[in-house]
């Protein structure tokens, strides 16, 4: 079973970065698409950017666009999130997901497995 690990989160000012990493174990990483949610206290978890096998295609939320990019390192297991001028509203807790389908699925239930999260606290 892939264990999903994040870690870069932490408090910024409006404005800053920040650069998610998220670690999967096993040996069938880059046989998956890869995804990043957040979900702030009280809500629901929102689709942020998902990525495909090799790396060549990416979807973003409405919200993230333009400012978030998703990247990921095969050859490490990794995927990334580079975050660039955030804002309060983008304070979150943020999960990497494993899709089992289209690099475009945006719902939770696409996923089918998770991160234990990392929070992103972005103060105004």
């Known amino acids: 079973q892939v264990q999903l690990v994040e870690s870069g989160g932490g408090l910024v000012q409006t404005g800053g970065s920040l650069r998610l990493s998220c670690v999967a174990s096993?040996?069938?990483?880059?046989?998956?698409?890869m995804g990043w949610f957040r979900q702030p206290p009280g809500t629901e978890r929102e689709f942020v950017a998902g990525?495909?096998?090799?790396?060549?295609?990416?979807v973003y939320g409405d919200s993230v666009k333009g400012r978030f990019t998703i990247s990921r390192d095969n050859a490490k297991n990794t995927v990334f999130l580079q975050m660039n001028n955030l804002k309060p509203e983008d304070t979150a807790v943020y999960y990497c997901?494993?899709?089992?389908?289209?690099?475009?699925?945006?719902?939770?239930?696409?996923?089918?497995?998770w991160g234990q999260g990392t929070q992103v606290t972005v103060s105004s």
């Open positions: 096993g040996r069938s990483f880059s046989s998956y698409n």
């Open positions: 997901g494993r899709n089992r389908g289209s690099v475009y699925a945006n719902a939770p239930i696409e996923y089918d497995a």
């Open positions: 990525i495909s096998r090799s790396g060549d295609s990416t």
